[in-house]
């Protein structure tokens, strides 16, 4: 089967359409588009999660801030923490 790679995501806005030229890397279940490169030489990696982000700093910044601009019900930060935990984050 494909390979897997497991990444934090939250996604207020992403790409619907690559640019022309452009190479689909990965996908997920809420991002057709998670990962392509594009480009004239295709050396432009484009990541629609965020490998910068660890637990620490979602859970602690982000999660805060999605709460309380409505973007996540407690219900559904909940599922999201028990997500992590389930990855070994």
């Known amino acids: ?10 996604h207020g806005e992403q790409v619907l359409r690559m640019p022309a030229g452009s190479l689909l890397l990965g996908c997920s279940p809420t991002a057709r588009h998670e990962l392509f490169v594009c480009g004239r030489h295709r050396n432009a990696l484009c990541c ?4 910068e ?16 601009k409505g ?10 923490a028990a997500g992590m935990a389930a990855g070994g984050a």
């Open 53 to 68: 982000f660890d637990v620490a700093l979602l859970r602690e910044r982000i999660e805060p801030a999605l709460r309380d």
């Open 71 to 80: 973007r996540m019900t407690p219900l559904e930060l909940q599922a999201s």
């Open 48 to 51: 629609q999660a965020h490998p």
């Open 1 to 10: 089967g494909p390979a897997s790679l497991r990444l934090l995501q939250s």
